[in-house]
């Protein structure tokens, strides 16, 4: 019997893990882009850094984590070919 929710067994294939950063990566995107450009003053400008720092940061860690998964025996081939595996 595995130990886990279904969520969490899921979140154990680097693929999903992959589709999931890069989601973030694309809401974060989006809301630096949102608040550059819809948000006044200093406030705009701070959250539009704030997000695109998150971005970066999320980017940063996708690409450690994608190193380090090539050193396994994973078949992954790179977050369009998960999407197309998916759809």
């Known amino acids: 019997m595995a130990v886990g929710t279904r969520l969490s ?39 539009m850094a704030a997000f695109i720092n998150f971005t970066a940061g999320l980017w940063i860690s996708q690409s450690v984590h994608s190193l380090g998964n090539a050193a396994t025996e994973d078949e992954y081939q790179g977050v369009l070919k998960e999407l197309l595996d998916r759809v």
Not at 9 to 38: E, K, P, Y
Request: proline share 0%; glycine share 16%; aromatic share 8%.
């Open 9 to 47: 067994l899921q979140l154990a294939d680097f693929g999903t893990r992959s589709l999931v950063t890069h989601s973030l990566m694309a809401v974060g995107f989006v809301g630096a882009i949102v608040a550059g450009l819809f948000v006044e003053g200093q406030i705009g400008t701070i959250s």
